[in-house]
């Protein structure tokens, strides 16, 4: 059950850390000796530390129990020097929370005493330098990326890292007292406090929710639409959805499931409802269905069996396709719980300025997808009490190092909610797609036409704001292109530059030798398009580290290309146009890989 948080609020303990270390290709070992750490709070300022052990003696203290202690992308890198030195201490026991192979919340124990590790990326989604921006506070030099600063002279490095701490927590402090005046308070992620906001102050009464529901909404729950429908594009125009997903909360939401029937579905869309039923869905060259297949989404044609979304139903029998036969629904209640809190957001936003408007927008784009989160975690436990066995969810590393496997109750699912906001975010991007004579590429809440459709309203929600004209464009896959052309910055136009690079995945196209190079990126793409390895250095991951058995940070080499080997999302010709998949096209595809 979702219910209304009244316990009152608190302000948090926290301070923020950063580690400075030699990269590892300047080591012979591959290892990388740290050169500092750097530690800022407001009761004692800034302090600076030669070693990673004289971090853990002056700052793992009874005056610091119970402190937040936050490193920007810290759970990637900075962590894992402390992870190194607690392992040897001994004596500390160590629970952390992962995403992927990273540590993102971290609480560390020993006696009485406890402190909670957090990677502050999760909660400031951006870099650090723009970071800084928000606070009035200058990084310094754009052209320099961090690797320039960690072989320089103590003392310059001692600035630089002053600085970094100083940014970091300025801004968690004035998102705290953001957050405080909207009625919430701060927890470890944004979408943490996101849900305790909307629980605390615009949760209107409980909501009942059930395992049940749940997994039936995780079948109707489908991602946001990328797709690529040509390969090129001239004199263009890119468009977004004003706050695509706050829009979609205007709507009604499902509340508590108040029917499950067999054979039928409302005729009236004005219910919430979740069914499985049989689909056909006509020849169109923008269909609006998803279907996921061995853990991808399509949008093809033809006939098939799926649980849908009332939003999806109705969608597509707007577009002419149609509902063969329905095996079983389930309906809820309607609420506007969602509909208020992103309202009130997006109109304090528009109003504010500073960091006000910085967290509206974090906060407002964070709910939705908090209610689909699901109860399996897996963590690292080093020195754990009463290690379990593996059919207990343990997996043994090594000698008092385990990853832990666990359900736990997470009292906000209620997915029905997260795959109904999706569903009406897809349909409000297919509207407008549907409405130009011919779109090139789509992302999320944004794409690529030919048609000019005007400025654009940027300050009306779920309305379209021009973003960007394309003098040349390349569309390769998902999260995989380049355009030529000029952004739209606060009514003026500006090239885009290297900023016309999208390639997810290639990591840090536009730094070479810790310099930033004008058209590095724009080099880089042309090798991936020739099919070309990008190598690129980073740091191994702890979870990486510790299934080796091995607890000493180091880099390794990632050589990466771009792999054509997976089934496009359309059907393409060789003149770069494509047309949609019929689902039996695909499925005899898939068949043929098994």
Known sequence: MITPITKPRVWRRFLVYDLEWIPGKFSERGTMPVRMAGVYDKERGYRCYRTVEAFLENEL???????????????????????????AK???????????????????????????????????????????????????????????????????????????????????????????????????????????????????????????????????????????????CHDSWYYDVNSSFPYAMTYKIPGEMTHHVHGRMPDNFDRIFISDVEIDVRDAHIPPIPTRLSGRLFFPVGSWRSWLTSVDIELLQRCGGRVTRVHETVAFESRDDLAEFATTLYDLRAKSDGFMKIACKYVMNSAYGKFAEGDEKRGIEIDPDNPGTKADGWEYLFPGCYIHTKKVPVPHEHVAISAHITAIGRRTLFDYMSDTSKVH?????????????????????????????????????????????????????????????????????????????DGLAWKKFDEIMSGKYVTYRRMIRSRELLRRGQIEPREAEYPKHLSGEQISKRMFYPDGHSRPWHIDELLGILEKEK
């Open 61 to 87: 203290t009874s005056k610091n129990r119970g402190k937040w202690f936050y490193a920007h992308a810290g759970g990637l890198a900075d962590f894992q020097f402390l992870l190194e030195k607690l392992i």
């Open 90 to 232: 001994r004596g500390y026991k160590i629970k952390a929370s992962c995403s992927g192979s990273s540590l993102i919340i971290v609480h560390v124990s020993r006696g009485k005493n406890a402190w909670h590790f957090v990677d502050s990326y999760w909660l400031l989604r951006d870099k650090l330098r723009n970071i800084g921006k928000w606070v009035g506070i200058s990084k310094g030099n754009e052209d320099e990326s961090e690797e320039f600063y960690r072989d320089a002279p103590f003392e310059t490095l001692r600035e630089y890292n002053e600085v970094d701490c100083v940014i970091l927590y300025r801004a968690i402090e004035s998102f705290e007292e953001a957050l405080w005046d909207l009625g919430g308070m701060l927890k470890m992620t944004v979408a943490s406090c996101s849900m305790e906001l909307f629980r605390r102050r615009f949760l209107s009464r409980p909501i009942e929710t059930s395992s049940f529901g749940n997994h039936i909404a995780r079948n109707a729950y489908f991602a946001s639409r990328v797709e690529v429908f040509e390969k090129e």
């Open 441 to 517: 590429y789509c992302d999320t809440d944004g794409f690529s036409t030919e048609d000019f459709l005007g400025p654009g309203e940027d300050k009306v929600l779920g309305a379209l704001k021009l973003e960007k004209r394309i003098r040349h464009g390349e569309f390769v896959t998902q999260k995989v292109y380049r355009l030529d052309g000029d952004e739209l910055d606060k009514g003026e136009w500006k090239p885009l530059g290297d900023k016309g690079v999208r390639a997810k995945g290639f990591s840090r196209l536009e730094y070479e030798g810790g310099k930033r190079v």
